[in-house]
């Protein structure tokens, strides 16, 4: 599979977080050959829980998944750029390859905001926004503008 057949993974995550009235944000993560190890979607509301964000969600079932909180030959596929919060699991879980589709003007550390992945952490992991963004874009414009 290549990155747009994986970001059409993350998608349909993006979907099912919307249709529980979530902000649709899907996530997928990757190991070395191409499995899929980690999934997630946006869970704050029906948990109630501010963490409850699609990367994180998919990292911690790729460790449970592994068997180790380190993720270094992994892949991250995430319909919108990630917040800070989501950026430091990616950090702290040694992920190497970030891809994402939207933009997030707001809290977008991917470069939108800020690029914590320029900063003198550790770890920094390549980044490829973009794939699949109008998709990304369009899912999130329609939710809330349902929402209003």
Not at 26 to 44: E, F, L, Q, S
Not at 102 to 114: F, L, P, R, Y
């Amino acid at each position: 599979m290549d990155r747009e057949e994986y970001m059409l993974l993350a998608l349909g995550l993006a979907q099912e977080a919307a249709d529980n009235g979530e902000v649709p944000v899907g996530c997928i993560i990757t190991d070395k050959n191409g499995t899929v190890i980690g999934r997630g979607r946006n869970r704050r509301e029906e948990s109630g829980d501010a963490c409850a964000h699609a990367e994180l969600e998919a990292i911690k079932q790729a460790c449970q998944s592994v068997g180790d909180w380190r993720l270094s030959d992994c892949s991250i596929y995430v319909t919108l750029e990630p917040c800070p919060m989501c950026a430091g699991g990616i950090i702290n879980s040694r992920i190497p390859t970030v891809i994402y589709g939207a933009k997030d003007e707001n809290t977008g550390s991917c470069g939108s905001v800020i690029n914590l992945f320029e900063e003198r952490y550790g770890h920094k992991p390549a980044i490829y926004g973009g794939v699949k963004a109008a998709e990304s874009a369009e899912l999130l414009r329609s939710f809330f503008e349902n929402k209003r």
